[in-house]
């Protein structure tokens, strides 16, 4: 079964870039057709995909946040990284990563929250 588990910084200071990284274990991240997802959810707020990199390392972002996110990905490792440029206060959230199946996110991280404040 896999599983994936989030790590990373819980404090960033604005304007700095927010980095995390999702482990996966239980199968790997080059596996067809599988996309590893970064989604977040801020404080009373719901959730939002931020974006994916699928099996073959293609990446894909959510409009809205394209221009400050970057998702890479060490097959050596089986990780894949968020990386969120920018932030300022309302990115504080807990973010999640998850692994797609056709429609359905099928495997979740517990969450990691990370706050942005000086």
């Known amino acids: 079964q896999v599983q994936l588990q989030e790590s990373g910084p819980g404090l960033v200071k604005p304007s700095q870039t927010l980095s995390l990284t999702c482990t996966v274990s239980g199968g790997s991240i080059t596996t067809n057709y599988y996309y590893w997802s970064w989604i977040r959810q801020p404080p009373g707020k719901g959730l939002e995909w931020m974006g994916a990199i699928d099996y073959s390392g293609s990446t894909y972002y959510s409009p809205s946040l394209k221009s400050r996110t970057s998702i890479s990905r060490d097959t050596s490792k089986n990780q894949f990284t968020l990386q969120l440029s920018s932030v300022t206060p309302e990115d504080t959230a807990v973010y999640y990563c998850?692994?797609?199946?056709?429609?359905?996110?099928?495997?979740w991280g517990q969450g990691t929250l990370v706050t942005v404040s000086s």
């Open positions: 998850a692994r797609r199946s056709g429609s359905a996110l099928d495997a």
